[in-house]
């Protein structure tokens, strides 16, 4: 009876994906999105356990977080909670705050919160995550200490209205030859807890190559999207070191940095 058996199949099929009653064209695994990440660090508080994953370990640079929120008096994994972080780096007589976002619209996504911590400095940093657990209605907060790694991804520069400023390199993560997606971030420092995002900058992007006094065509400035995050294209014509300089405005000329990449 192979025609029953194909329509049997089709029926289960149809019935199975009928089940998915979200709108996401995704097939629905039951991948755990956490298995490719690193574990950061986790603690437990008022029945609720608290886990922080990373797609690798912290380095300073724009560094997307994952938080998982679990019940501990029945094991399960908390979806409607809410979740609000705080990073913070103790060097003695003064500590500092860094860029970060909390997560979008409040909600997990896949069981996790998806946060993002731009780290300014290498060293110890302590990220204070701050949770409301809509299960069992409790509240409280937890601390996890880890050691953020060196990069050159950020850099900082006074601006000309005299407050010190962050500019992040998100991409090219992994350059190439060719046209490759752009995108930094740009905060400043308000106080040492505040560093809000700079939404309304004009930027001007212009890479070269200073050893051999060319540049490239076919670039796009970066423009804001949102949060702070400004996207565009850079041309790398050919491998071999270069620079990409930076020049923001906000009406009146504010900054100018660079940043140093290696295509190979
Ligand atoms: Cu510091």
Same mark, same amino acid.
């Given at each position: 009876?192979?025609?029953?058996?194909?329509?049997?199949? =089709?029926?289960?099929?149809?019935?199975?994906?009928?089940?998915?009653? $979200?709108?996401?064209?995704?097939? *629905?695994?039951?991948? +755990?999105?956490? #298995?490719?990440?690193?574990?950061?660090?986790?603690?437990?508080?008022?029945?609720?356990?608290?886990?922080?994953?990373?797609? #690798?370990?912290?380095?300073?640079?724009?560094?997307?977080?994952?938080?998982?929120?679990?019940?501990?008096?029945?094991?399960?994994?908390?979806?409607?909670?809410?979740?609000?972080?705080?990073?913070?780096?103790?060097?003695?007589?003064? *500590?500092?705050?860094?860029?970060?976002?909390?997560?979008?619209?409040?909600?997990?996504? $896949?069981? =996790?919160?998806?946060?993002?911590?731009?780290?300014?400095?290498?060293?110890?940093?302590? =990220?204070?995550?701050?949770?409301?657990?809509?299960?069992?209605?409790?509240?409280?907060?937890?601390?996890?200490?880890?050691?953020?790694?060196?990069?050159?991804?950020?850099?900082?520069?006074?601006?000309?209205?005299?407050?010190?400023?962050?500019?992040?390199? =998100?991409?090219?993560?992994?350059?190439?030859?060719?046209?490759?997606?752009? #995108?930094?971030?740009?905060?400043?420092?308000?106080?040492?807890?505040?560093?809000?995002?700079?939404?309304?900058?004009?930027?001007?992007?212009?890479?070269?190559?200073?050893?051999?006094?060319?540049?490239?065509?076919?670039?796009?400035?970066?423009?804001?999207?949102?949060?702070?995050?400004?996207?565009?294209?850079?041309?790398?014509?050919?491998?071999?070191?270069?620079?990409?300089?930076?020049?923001?405005?906000?009406?009146?000329?504010?900054?100018?940095?660079?940043? +140093?990449?290696?295509?190979?």
């Amino acid at each position: 009876m192979p025609h029953l058996r194909i329509f049997t199949l =089709l029926l289960a099929a149809m019935l199975a994906f009928s089940g998915c009653s $979200d709108n996401s064209t995704e097939p *629905q695994t039951t991948d +755990d999105p956490t #298995e490719s990440m690193v574990l950061i660090g986790e603690d437990s508080a008022q029945n609720t356990r608290i886990s922080v994953y990373a797609p #690798e370990q912290p380095a300073v640079g724009y560094n997307r977080i994952y938080v998982r929120m679990t019940n501990t008096t029945n094991n399960t994994v908390v979806n409607n909670g809410s979740i609000a972080i705080t990073p913070m780096m103790n060097m003695g007589q003064m *500590q500092h705050s860094a860029p970060f976002e909390d997560p979008a619209g409040g909600a997990a996504v $896949d069981g =996790l919160y998806p946060c993002a911590v731009n780290f300014i400095m290498a060293g110890m940093w302590e =990220l204070h995550v701050n949770f409301q657990n809509q299960a069992n209605n409790d509240a409280g907060e937890i601390m996890l200490n880890f050691d953020v790694a060196p990069s050159s991804m950020v850099k900082s520069a006074t601006g000309a209205d005299a407050r010190l400023y962050f500019v992040t390199l =998100l991409q090219p993560a992994v350059p190439t030859v060719g046209l490759n997606d752009f #995108e930094i971030t740009v905060h400043y420092r308000e106080n040492m807890n505040a560093f809000p995002a700079i939404t309304d900058a004009a930027v001007e992007m212009t890479p070269s190559m200073p050893s051999m006094g060319h540049g490239s065509p076919n670039n796009v400035n970066p423009v804001h999207g949102e949060m702070g995050h400004y996207r565009g294209k850079v041309n790398f014509t050919m491998s071999g070191d270069w620079r990409i300089d930076l020049n923001l405005s906000r009406g009146d000329s504010l900054l100018t940095t660079s940043f +140093d990449i290696n295509v190979p």
